[in-house]
């Protein structure tokens, strides 16, 4: 499809505008998702240059995508933007840190250099400070084997293959390793196939339609001799993106018809009686991740997966509906717009704590989507607010317990 067609869909209904988190943080017509479909279709018929008004206004969108849930016409407003973004010139290409920027900055938490950094003040100045907030724990990441299987003694229901994604791959550590060992622990082998790659969102989103193509061909490839029922993955904005491979690569539905969120498949299993989850005396705040809401329409999956938890109340934050900002390099490229949408949700979780709707203090911020994580977790630093910010498998892994010592 080209864009102009899917331009041409666009009745220019202004129906999605109440549900666009830049329009309803500006109530500039350029910041809404009808305002972006005008100046792309003027861009696309040449009436416009990418000027840099034309071209602020279009990077300002978070690509949350609720302009395309709401849409009675079904727009897809995420392929308009892919491809308009192909039309801009001098897009930055996304930075992904290279492995021996990763050991450097390990080097820098582990050596104490960071505390005194951050204690210092010195980055403020510099214009480093929200940059460096940024910076999560940087775990260990041990190699993975190319197969795990299923726990000894558990009847073997299948073989699953688990996406490691590039960031994801450090920085959802706990979560990857908490949905292997569940998978193993419910009877599922493991595959983690070692050629896979980035999923190639950031590089589609910045216009390097090419780059993007390559790396899915090389997941294509990465996954397709596998004898697997799903490939499942832990960061939603991912999954999303291996969702939609097949608009790309119209002949690989048979690969998009197995990705699947972690926590939805785990909801689809029946699980054995083997398997029981220690009580949380805890009451955790939910997040929602536009890409789980609005792509894979998902939204109900982690707080069905979390139920599991006996005693463990969940609180659903009220502006989940609304991007948090987190969206990929948005949060570095855009820091001001971040910043504003990610206040509004901070907001919302003190709201909750405010409003005594829970029965105990909230410590956790649960979320499905890694950039969110990283973006929320950082405004809590910020704030000075000691909540962790966790993914739904982590922690219902914690309270995984196995009777007859299969654990
Ligand atoms: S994208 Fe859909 S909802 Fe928005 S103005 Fe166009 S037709 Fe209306
Ligand atoms: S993707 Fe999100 S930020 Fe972008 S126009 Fe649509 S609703 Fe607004």
Excluded at 79 to 92: G, V
Excluded at 219 to 231: E, G, H, P, T, V
Excluded at 363 to 389: K, Y
Aim: glycine letters at 6%; aromatic letters at 4%; hydrophobic letters at 40%.
């Amino acid at each position: 499809m080209t864009l102009s067609t899917e331009l041409d869909r666009c009745v220019m209904c202004g129906m999605c505008s109440q549900h666009c988190p830049t329009y309803q943080l500006t109530a500039d017509e350029n910041e809404s998702p009808r305002g972006r479909i005008a100046l792309i279709a003027a861009l696309n018929s040449k009436q416009l240059d990418a000027d840099a008004h034309l071209q602020t206004h279009l990077k300002h969108c978070t690509g949350c995508r609720a302009c395309e849930a709401y849409c009675p016409s079904g727009v897809r407003f995420g392929t308009i933007m892919n491809e308009a973004k192909a039309l801009l010139p001098n897009l930055p290409a996304p930075s992904m840190p290279s492995p021996q920027t990763i050991r450097w900055l390990r080097l820098y938490q582990r050596s104490g250099l960071q505390k005194i950094t951050r204690a210092s003040g010195l980055l403020k100045p510099l214009g480093l400070a929200q940059k460096e907030n940024l910076l999560p724990h940087i775990p260990d990441t041990p190699d993975w084997r190319s197969y795990y299987p299923a726990k000894p003694g558990i009847s073997h229901c299948g073989d699953i293959a688990l996406f490691t994604g590039c960031i994801a791959n450090i920085f959802d550590r706990e979560a990857l390793d908490a949905s292997r060992r569940l998978l193993n622990a419910l009877g599922y082998g493991v595959h983690v196939p070692p050629t896979q790659s980035c999923c190639g969102a950031m590089a589609l989103h910045n216009g390097q339609a090419d780059e993007a193509t390559a790396l899915s061909q090389q997941n294509l490839d990465a996954f397709s001799k596998l004898d697997i029922q799903a490939i499942v993955h832990t960061a939603s904005g991912c999954t999303a993106h291996l969702s939609e491979y097949s608009q790309q690569l119209p002949e690989e539905q048979g690969f998009v018809n197995k990705i699947k969120d972690i926590s939805q498949f785990l909801n689809e299993l029946e699980w054995p009686a083997h398997l029981s989850i220690a009580p949380l005396h805890k009451t955790v705040a939910l997040h929602t991740p536009c890409s789980l809401q609005n792509v894979l329409r998902q939204a109900d999956a982690p707080r069905q997966l979390l139920q599991r938890i006996p005693k463990l109340e969940i609180v659903p934050l009220v502006q989940s509906t609304r991007c948090c900002g987190g969206a990929g390099q948005y949060m570095l490229e855009q820091a001001d717009f971040a910043r504003q949408l990610r206040e509004q949700t901070l907001d919302a979780l003190n709201h909750i704590s405010l409003m005594k709707k829970a029965r105990q203090k909230i410590d956790t911020l649960v979320t499905s989507n890694l950039g969110c994580a990283l973006h929320l977790a950082a405004g809590l630093r910020e704030r000075g607010q000691a909540i962790v910010v966790t993914h739904p498998v982590a922690l219902l892994a914690k309270q995984l317990k196995l009777i007859k010592g299969c654990g």
